[in-house]
């Protein structure tokens, strides 16, 4: 046996060990070590520090304000669209300007607000529900966030340049091809997805890490939290359902750049190859968008019932077949396209089947509150029960579209755009704003004002009823998605009107929410680290959590564990305090495996978005962009990998590292 | 919780662990995931294709199968000194590592050249029709991951000579680097088998 083989046997024998009266759980042993942490983690001031950061709380942060920032541009523009639209033969927006507007809207509110959001609850929450000090690959996390931010920005700068996207937020061909589709708008569109496609991979990515090798010893996968399923499911969803978008889309500018012919009908593409390959990627997309929001659901109401929610395993189970069935579903977004019958009946029957997981989960969730010991019904549980209302308006117009016949009559129409909004604005918004309200103080450590978040629920529950319920009867009657202004002689201008003073309610409502939460940044009652009495690992540290998350690290006996203190876990110690060290576990149980340093703070993330993004951008209007653009990339990605002289990761508590190099061999 | 008096002691438990055991592990298998679906599709596009007209590929010759056929088996080959240098390193053996990767990057100059000269034994241009257009794409798309794997090996062979930081976790990356390998190898085979055999299966 070689030397290394011994060594190799020799580690893998190294377990850990009960420490009764352990010196380091004293009082003084506690703070010292509490001290050193702060040291180790503390990641400098300024704007180089800020730059470099990559602890998943700032990331996770700055991801959220990011996307309301985003959500707010993506409301000014449907705003506009109301004011077009509340009168008959209009001329606010020139058609053109109206073209690209709703395709900004669209584009901006799913891949650009929706997604990154509920991604972004996952990078802040998901470490600190698991109980662990990081998120695995900090670095790649902070990468993620800089290509999100720079996609944006670069849509945004097109969009303001009179080039922004106008084939809508699904661009179809040969709408979008190079026939049709003239100047840079559709390769816009097309490179923004890549954009947010490189984003969202690399924090499925990260989650999956996480979740998998990052869970604090006891949470086996039995006791982990229905959020941190909900965001483990998604992060499988998006790296399964994405690279369907990233073909289509890069087969998209490659026809308009280089002259392909995949979806040129003459030549023997397709331009249903686009809408097949789109929607595969499109309908799991609404499912990444909506079980996050379930998630959030689950630990709000159990929060507020104060009992776990009824049907654990069923919850979980139910998630996991939602999103094996959303990637069987998408041809009922082709109905109009003249598929054979047979392909229809399917298609149709799976998506009516998708009900049955949603309802177990709804009736799970009625019987949770049901049988609650004494329920709380706070500002997020009313962002949470909305849904029971609103999402279920969507989800039975949702079965109405999935048969086929209706679906034709009413495709394109109004009806689409009230059962879209229902769905994804009452499915995903809805709880998402209620799980902000609820995690806001553990973020800031302030809580956000009660009268405030009633008025600001109220109003937005009110506004969005006016808004989108009208829609449904506009579509019924005929008036078309899309069209810039429509005839008085329609008829359809009195409920039109109507949603337009909805959107106007809307707004107010999101001007309310956001007094609330700049009033409450500075004077909000302080929070402490558990005001709502919730039984999850976040709320056991302080609020807002330390660079390092928790000292000691808990480890967990049960699912609740806050809940059941009389359990009483030890807690970990014996992870360095000197380098960012976290505990790997094994994934099934969590027993700790080994341990393992995270990198600190670093600017080649930046950079290499910085490069990246150049690529990207370069790439649409020269395609030799790629291959030179490429070698920036290669640059910068080898200066992030070089390892740092002089930091040594394995300078303590390591009996048998290599150190003579050769003597090994 | 901080009360306890027990407590769970890891400062003895190692610094690095192999396999399904390390966090780039699954980082791999997820990025396998991701670029194996990415293939699938572009393969799954290509049948769509070729469904669709009588003809295939709809003009001219089939591609030439010398350079497909060699430069799969060079890559098949790259499996001997790429197992080599797995097991090398998870024994910590760098002599061994630092003479196999160096065969491995051998073995890639190979396969890249050769890749080279595959396009021209395509006998088809990417914009004279949808089938020359997704044949480009399919080797073009496994070409980006030869030259990537090319390129990280090359990177991490570097380090390894250069010996800059050299622990435990480093001889875990030469094996993740391995494992990666093999995707690039075996995901070849279904795009061999659709590029060289698509057109001359009816």
Redesign the interface.
């Known amino acids: 046996m070689t030397p290394g083989e011994t060594k190799r046997r020799r580690d893998d024998e190294r377990r850990p060990r009960l420490a009764d009266h352990d010196a380091r759980l004293t009082v003084e042993g506690l703070e010292r070590e509490r001290r050193a942490l702060e040291k180790t983690w503390w990641n400098g001031r300024g704007l180089v520090a800020w730059l470099s950061d990559t602890d998943h709380k700032a990331i996770g942060r700055r991801y959220i304000v990011t996307a309301f920032g985003f959500f707010t541009l993506g409301g000014v523009l449907a705003a506009l669209m109301r004011i077009q639209l509340s009168r008959p033969d209009n001329t606010f927006l020139s058609p053109d300007q109206y073209n690209q507007i709703f395709t900004t809207h669209g584009t901006t509110m799913m891949f650009l607000f929706a997604v990154p959001v509920v991604l972004a609850m996952g990078v802040y929450l998901v470490p600190l529900m698991v109980g662990a000090r990081s998120m695995a690959f900090p670095r790649m996390l902070a990468f993620s966030y800089w290509m999100y931010l720079f996609g944006g920005i670069f849509l945004y700068s097109m969009f303001f340049l009179n080039i922004g996207p106008d084939n809508g937020w699904f661009s179809y061909l040969p709408l979008a091809g190079p026939e049709y589709g003239y100047g840079k708008r559709a390769d816009v569109w097309a490179q923004l997805i890549t954009f947010t496609e490189v984003s969202a991979l690399v924090v499925a990515t990260c989650l999956i890490v996480t979740i998998f090798k990052l869970r604090t010893p006891g949470m086996s996968l039995n006791r982990m939290p229905l959020f941190v399923w909900a965001m483990l499911i998604v992060s499988f969803m998006v790296i399964f359902a994405m690279p369907s978008i990233v073909i289509s889309s890069t087969c998209l500018i490659l026809d308009r750049l280089v002259s392909t012919h995949f979806y040129n009908q003459a030549e023997g593409g397709d331009p249903l190859l686009w809408q097949h390959l789109f929607w595969f990627f499109g309908h799991p997309e609404v499912y990444i968008i909506f079980l996050p929001a379930l998630g959030m659901m689950s630990e709000v109401i159990a929060t507020s019932a104060r009992r776990p929610v009824v049907g654990n395993l069923t919850m979980v189970l139910s998630m996991l077949s939602t999103a094996f069935i959303g990637f069987g579903v998408w041809v009922h977004h082709m109905f109009a396209t003249g598929l054979p019958e047979l392909s229809l009946s399917f298609f149709s029957a799976a998506s009516m089947m998708i009900v049955i997981p949603t309802g177990i989960q709804i009736f799970n969730w009625i019987a949770t509150i049901w049988s609650a010991r004494r329920l709380q019904i706070t500002v997020p549980f009313l962002y949470m029960a909305s849904l029971f209302f609103i999402f279920i308006i969507g989800g039975l117009t949702g079965v109405v579209l999935a048969a086929g016949p209706v679906d034709r009559q009413v495709h394109d129409t109004y009806f689409v755009v009230a059962h879209l909004h229902y769905v994804l604005i009452g499915g995903s918004t809805f709880p998402l704003l209620g799980g902000i309200f609820f995690w806001f103080p553990k973020m800031t450590g302030r809580m956000l004002s009660d009268r405030l978040g009633r008025a600001s629920f109220w109003l937005l529950f009110v506004g969005f009823n006016m808004t989108f319920f009208p829609m449904h009867l506009l579509g019924l009657d005929g008036m078309p998605r899309r069209v810039y202004t429509y005839p008085a002689s329609m008829g359809w201008h009195g409920l039109n009107l109507l949603a337009s003073v909805g959107a106007a309610v809307i707004f107010v409502s999101l001007v309310v929410y956001l007094v609330n939460v700049i009033v409450s940044l500075r004077a909000g009652a302080v929070a402490g680290p558990n005001p709502w009495g919730a039984a999850t690992l976040e709320w056991a540290t302080s609020s807002p959590p330390p660079a390092y998350n928790f000292s000691p690290q808990p480890t967990v006996a049960s699912s609740e564990p806050l809940w059941h203190t009389e359990l009483a876990p030890p807690p970990i110690v014996g992870l360095a305090s000197d380098t960012r060290e976290v505990l790997v576990t094994f994934l099934l149980d969590a027993e700790p495996d080994h341990r393992y340093p995270m990198p600190g703070p670093s600017l080649w993330p930046l950079l290499t978005a910085i490069t990246t993004s150049a690529m990207f951008v370069w790439s649409i209007f020269q395609a030799q962009g790629v291959v030179w653009g490429s070698i920036p990339i290669f640059i910068a990605l080898v200066g992030w990998f070089w390892p740092t002289k002089g930091k040594k990761a394995l300078e303590h508590g390591a009996p048998t590292r290599l150190t003579a190099r050769e003597s090994l061999s | 919780?901080?009360s306890?008096?027990?407590?769970?002691?890891?400062?003895?438990?190692?610094?690095?662990?192999f396999g399904?055991?390390?966090?780039l592990w699954?980082?791999t298998a997820?990025?396998m995931?991701?670029?194996g679906?990415?293939f699938?599709?572009?393969i799954v596009?290509y049948l769509?294709?070729k469904g669709?007209?009588p003809h295939w590929p709809?003009t001219g010759p089939s591609p030439q199968l010398f350079w497909g056929t060699l430069n799969t088996i060079i890559l098949l080959a790259s499996c001997v000194p790429n197992a080599l240098t797995k097991k090398a390193a998870?024994?910590?053996?760098?002599?061994?590592v630092k003479l196999w990767l160096a065969v491995c990057l051998l073995f890639a100059v190979g396969f890249n050249v050769v890749r080279f000269l595959e396009f021209g034994a395509l006998n088809v241009r990417?914009?004279?029709?949808?089938?020359?257009?997704?044949v480009?794409?399919l080797l073009g798309l496994h070409t980006v991951h030869v030259v990537t794997d090319f390129?990280d090996s090359l990177?991490l062979a570097v380090?390894i000579f250069v010996?800059?930081?050299?622990?435990?976790?480093r001889f875990v990356d030469v094996s993740e680097n391995a494992l990666y390998w093999y995707f690039v190898v075996f995901t070849w085979l279904p795009i061999y088998a659709v590029i060289y055999f698509g057109p001359r299966i009816s």
């Open positions: 919780m901080a306890s008096r027990v407590a769970l002691d890891v400062s003895d438990i190692p610094e690095y662990g399904h055991r390390s966090l699954w980082a997820s990025m995931i991701i670029e679906s990415v699938a599709i572009v596009s769509y294709l669709r007209v709809p998870e024994r910590f053996d760098l002599a061994a990417w914009d004279a029709n949808a089938y020359g257009s997704v480009w794409v390129l990177v380090l010996g800059t930081d050299l622990n435990e976790r």
